[in-house]
């Protein structure tokens, strides 16, 4: 069955265009952005190790890299007729964000012989968990707790457990 059958509600005929969401959603539309902003938030800063952390071939890590430059993620460090390295900006910090809810899905749902990476809050010394919650009330969210209000998309709830 076609996404565009008329069958569907009319919020499912097409991608929704120009809202927040799909741009965050576009990017990081390929297979290794969000693995080169986890390389660079965890340390990796010249071409070869975010090379070795990635596993890219490299003419995609270079044309990514461009990309992500391009779009303000990350920021070339200057060096001598090429980068000395490369850096998150301010941008790509805030993305890298979105790694961490991620691993902690990976975390849920993983195999479970899977190695966990721990991640620590040097602040106070224990784990980190990513949650989120509610920015006004401070509740974390449950399923049935979001709706949407959008010109681009039919009102409605949000079925998601963060």
């Not at 569907?8 to 990081?28: E, I, M, N, Q, Y």
């Not at 974390?140 to 979001?146: F, K, R, Y």
Request: glycine letters at 10%.
């Amino acid at each position: 069955m076609s996404n565009l059958d008329d069958s569907k509600p009319s919020s499912l005929k097409s991608k929704p265009l120009g809202d927040s969401l799909t741009f965050a959603l576009a990017a990081v539309d390929d297979r290794w952005s969000l693995h080169i902003v986890r390389a660079l938030a965890f340390g990796a800063a010249r071409y070869t190790a975010i090379l070795r952390a990635v596993g890219s071939p490299r003419d995609v890590l270079a044309a990514r890299l461009r990309s992500l430059t391009d779009a303000g993620v990350v920021r070339a460090v200057p060096g001598e007729g090429r980068p000395a390295g490369y850096e998150l900006t301010s941008k790509g910090r805030d993305l890298a964000q979105v790694i961490l809810v991620l691993k902690k899905w990976g975390d849920l749902y993983g195999d479970p012989d899977m190695q966990r990476l721990e991640i620590f809050h040097d602040d106070c010394g224990h784990e980190f968990v990513a949650e989120l919650h509610c920015r006004a009330c401070g509740r974390g969210l449950v399923p049935g707790s979001l709706s949407t209000a959008s010109e681009t998309e039919a009102p409605g709830r949000l079925d998601v457990n963060l």
